[in-house]
């Protein structure tokens, strides 16, 4: 009877220990409740400890009871469950419920880390973002003047693109991760500010339409913006359907992490630029023009860029940041025109000059354009899987775009008898102005009016395209890079890819294949005879 009493009181010590038990469980899950998945080492280790702390403390518990006299067990019991209770006040009113604790939220690395860092970390940041930059630079510069010497007028950066994949894939994944590094805050800049280095032509757009009359200007911009929307449409809807017919298995794009934000810094520091070069010129007209011509020009047009940033989503939608930028940066030559005394024409050639007089902010934005382009080989080799994998997609869609885009064109240019040298120019409106104006040579069409139609094309493609895409419900990454890519070229890319990073890469693939691919459907007799034919 008295080890019969025993075992009871054994297995209510035992039901008491299992008790704290389910307390501490209880514990854990509202500490969970109040700090999320991320708890602290340091709890975890407590409950470590308890938990060793209950299970010596329920094993003496129960020899004690089932050994020793009734009046010991008694005793043991009544310890154990005073200790429980203790517990139970201590450990769920500091631990669990307190108000500090509840909200504590793990510290936030980095942080720690922006606050640890001192004159010297931001300087070798600053280091190594100009180094990779500079590398980008210099890759470029000496590839063009290769070009040039060769007597090769097709783009050195769209060849070094797809030379640096070839690369970063011939060289193993563990290699290729450290050139990746050692490039990423350079593409990570690059992809910040991408659309700036596009607007130096855009801004000069009134130059090459000058020459145009009305009646001409009118219809060109009706070929061109249904010509944009025929395109757009076209494009996406044939990745969609090559992608259906050879039943490509469709795996989601990560999506990529956005820009880091514009900093007060930014407004301030590039609007204090700009009123500061406006009033050296307005003191010393004679003395600082050429000098204050760049940074003016340069602080006004990167100003328009972060202004349209900053504009609401429903706004932006109407108005894009590229277009934003190009009216900032027309309207600061102007501006600037005007404290000089020139005239608007002359103002816009002293913004980008192209090489005929001194350098402007236009020329310097141009100047960054192959290191640009360069960096997209970076990208298609971060999705060379996706690329492996949608390899009939984007090799059809482009090649379809491209000749949907030349016979469209002569097709509409003939409907509306547009004459026949504008309506050559037209053909090539899809297609970078780097390839486009070899191929209005082809044409014998003029160059000045293939290289505004490619602007103007351009333009309408980068402020409605990645908006009307998703109205119309192309939604994936890869059907929309494509498309805004084939038919807005590099604007396109910009404007796109500043709202949708991921999809760089198969706007970096479009934007190449449909010049290249142009390119070469141009050199072919009959292609060529055939639009000529079309348009008269």
């Known amino acids: 009877m008295l080890r019969m009493q025993r075992t009871a009181r054994a297995g209510s010590l035992t039901a008491s220990a299992v008790d704290c038990k389910k307390l501490r469980i209880r514990c854990v899950n509202v500490h969970s409740t109040a700090e999320g998945p991320q708890d602290t080492g340091a709890f975890i280790q407590k409950l470590q400890a308890q938990k060793w702390i209950e299970n010596w403390k329920s094993k003496q518990q129960l020899l004690s009871a089932i050994d020793q006299p009734e009046a010991t067990a008694i005793s043991q019991k009544a310890d154990a469950q005073n200790w429980i209770n203790n517990w ?28 640890s860092a001192g004159p010297s970390n931001v300087f070798l940041d600053y280091a190594h973002l100009w180094s990779g930059l500079g590398v980008l630079y210099v890759v470029d510069y000496f590839s063009k003047k290769a070009f040039l010497e060769a007597g090769l007028k097709f783009p050195s950066s769209l060849v070094g693109m797809f030379a640096i994949t070839t690369l970063l894939i011939a060289v193993g994944e563990q290699n290729a991760a450290k050139i990746r590094g050692f490039f990423a805050p350079a593409l990570d800049w690059i992809a910040k500010w991408l659309s700036l280095f596009y607007v130096a032509s855009l801004v000069t757009l009134p130059l090459a339409l000058k020459e145009l009359s009305g009646s001409e200007l009118v219809k060109i911009a009706i070929i061109l913006s249904l010509g ?45 630029l700009a009123l500061a070069s406006l009033a050296a010129t307005l003191a010393a007209p004679g003395t600082f023009t050429s000098t204050m011509a ?17 504009l609401p989503s429903s706004v932006q939608g109407v108005l894009h940041p590229v277009v934003m930028t190009a009216l900032a940066g027309n309207a600061g030559a102007a501006l600037f025109g005007a404290a000089i005394g020139v005239d608007y024409e002359s103002a816009l050639k002293i913004y980008y000059s192209k090489g005929v007089g001194a350098m402007g902010a236009g020329d310097v934005l141009m100047s960054l354009l192959g290191s640009v382009i360069l960096s997209m080989g970076f990208r298609i080799y971060d999705q060379r899987e996706t690329m492996k994998r949608h390899a009939p997609e984007i090799l059809g869609a482009t090649l379809a775009s491209a000749l949907f885009s030349f016979f469209s064109t002569a097709l509409a240019a003939k409907a509306l008898g547009l004459q026949s040298a504008l309506a050559r120019a037209l053909i090539p409106r899809s297609v970078t102005v780097a390839l486009a104006l070899p ?26 395209g990645p908006a009307l ?45 449909v010049g290249i691919i142009s390119t070469m459907l141009a050199t072919i007799p009959q292609v060529r005879n055939a639009l000529v034919a079309i348009v008269g």
């Not at 944009?228 to 259906?244: E, H, K, N, P, S």
């Not at 760049?294 to 940033?309: D, I, K, R």
């Not at 191929?439 to 351009?458: E, F, M, R, T």
């Not at 990073?501 to 294949?513: D, K, N």
């Open 439 to 464: 191929i209005a040579g082809q044409l014998d069409a003029p160059l000045s009016i293939a290289a505004a139609s490619v602007l103007l094309h351009c333009l309408m493609a980068a402020n409605f």
């Open 294 to 310: 760049v940074p003016f020009c340069l602080a006004c047009t990167v100003s328009g860029y972060l202004l349209g940033n900053a």
């Open 469 to 513: 895409l998703t109205a119309l419900g192309y939604k994936d990454t890869i059907s929309r890079g494509l498309a805004a890519a084939g038919t807005g070229g590099g604007f396109g890319t910009a404007a796109l890819t500043s709202k949708e990073p991921e999809a760089l890469p198969f706007c970096a693939l479009s934007y190449s294949m």
């Open 88 to 115: 139970k006040t201590k450990f769920a009113a500091q631990e669990v419920m307190s108000p500090a604790h509840s909200n504590e939220i793990l510290p936030d690395t980095s942080q720690k880390k922006e606050a």
């Open 228 to 272: 944009m929307v025929g395109t757009l449409i076209f494009t996406a809807q044939a990745a969609v359907f090559i992608r259906d017919l050879v039943k490509t298995p469709t795996k989601a794009v990560a999506k990529a992490k956005s820009a880091s934000p514009y900093l007060p810094s930014h407004y301030i520091g590039w609007g204090a």
